[in-house]
């Protein structure tokens, strides 16, 4: 049965904000918690094709920066299989204290000053390969929309990434280019950011770099737009990822309510099924 367990959101404990058969979703700020997510984002960002093999810390076998220490952080927990996913929420108040979102690293945010109080940065988003379906990434979009409702803010911003080279065929940088091109012509937010860098990808301009025929979105893009997410310009390119990070802003009043009902049915479907 879905439920929400009170308490409060700056508190370090966790918090239940939607249960499903095997799934619950926590928010949480308990170490052992963070470590997981922690862990799966080593696991997830290091066996990606097309990202880099540099991230995180081998050592450890973790993902970690000092944005962790600042944020909540969304928890999926299965029952047998433990964490399969996590996200990063850095609400406004949490990004003052931190020095800033983590998206000001890679871009001039300086466009966004007018929703800023109202935005919470979602990043660090994964899922482990074995639980990628429909049922586990609708019920963490429904936790995000529970977050927001239980918090008062109104938008979710966020990178989403694009390997530089996911086809080994493909020229590095011209599926980023692709999706450059059918985003900013679809999907352009009225918010505008530039990354701090133009993106180069091996000294050369995305812009001199021909588009990759027949490329698709990627499956996480994809789930934002259906969502209502706009893009906020030019992608900055992430060395250490090996990636280009696209700018994303939902808007909670304007997200594709199509999307949002198949969202509640799909949750509700899986408390009937949990029963």
């Known amino acids: 049965m879905t439920q929400v367990i009170d308490g409060s959101l700056f508190s370090p404990t966790r918090i239940e904000l939607l249960s499903a058969g095997p799934l619950r979703v926590l928010l949480s ?15 997830v960002f290091n066996s990606e094709p097309g990202f880099s093999d540099r991230i995180g810390d081998h050592e450890s076998g973790r993902d970690a920066d000092r944005f962790d220490d600042f944020a909540q952080h969304l928890i999926v927990r299965h029952d047998e299989d433990g964490v399969i996913g996590c996200a990063r ?64 803010v109104r938008y979710v911003m966020g990178s989403v990434s694009v390997p530089l080279r996911a086809d080994p065929a493909a020229q590095r940088g011209a599926e980023l280019r692709s999706v450059r091109d059918q985003l900013l012509i ?41 969502l209502g997410a706009k893009v906020c310009g030019e992608p900055a390119v992430d060395d250490a990822f090996d990636v280009g990070d696209f700018l994303t802003v939902i808007d909670r009043e304007g997200a594709t309510r199509r999307y949002l009902d198949r969202l509640t049915a799909t949750v509700q479907r899986l408390a009937v099924a949990g029963r």
């Open 29 to 43: 700020e308990h170490p052992d918690d963070i470590a997981d997510a922690q862990r799966l984002r080593y696991q």
């Open 89 to 152: 929420l850095l609400p406004p108040a949490r990004a003052i204290v931190a020095g800033g979102w983590y998206s000001a690293t890679e871009f001039d945010v300086t466009g966004l000053g007018t929703i800023a109080t109202q935005t919470v940065e979602m990043g660090r988003a994964c899922v482990a390969a074995a639980h990628r379906s429909g049922s586990v990434t609708a019920l963490t979009w429904a936790s995000v929309l529970r977050y927001l409702d239980m918090t008062g």
């Open 186 to 226: 679809k999907y352009r937010s009225p918010w505008q950011v530039r990354p701090l860098t133009s993106p180069h990808v091996d000294g050369v301009a995305l812009d001199a770099i021909a588009a990759h025929p027949g490329t698709a979105l990627p499956p996480l893009l994809r789930g934002y737009l259906r």
